[in-house]
């Protein structure tokens, strides 16, 4: 597919796009980005697109990806700016046998949990 097409089938389904990506990540500013980034992806490979259909789907997948990367970026940096992930000192473990690697996965884990589908 070329490009002139690509972007054609982008901006027919933009409205779409919108929607998903603000539905899972809760804003517009952050659903833009995603946009944004899903059609860069979509860009690089527009030569690997077959036919329209292939297309469409290529880009309903690639704005969930971009979606789903925003909102683990975003865990990272709640997690960095609020201190809830400790800086060892050393990996000895705690008075509890856990040691820091083990903290951070289980960290990790429960914001996994708590933010993303």
């Known amino acids: 597919m070329d490009s002139r097409q690509l972007t054609s089938t982008f901006m027919a389904m933009r409205q779409r796009l919108l929607a998903i990506a603000r539905q899972l990540l809760g804003n517009d500013d952050d659903a833009v980005d995603a946009l944004q980034d899903a059609f860069v992806g979509l860009w690089t490979r527009a030569d690997s697109l ?17 979606s789903i990367d925003l909102l683990r970026r975003r865990v990272v940096r709640r997690g960095d700016e609020t201190g809830v992930i400790p800086e060892p000192a050393d990996d000895t473990a705690d008075c509890y046998g856990e040691s820091h690697a083990e903290r951070l996965f289980g960290e990790v884990s429960r914001l996994m949990d708590a933010h993303l589908s």
């Open 50 to 66: 077959s036919d329209e259909r292939h297309a469409r789907g290529a880009t309903v997948i690639s704005v969930r990806n971009a």
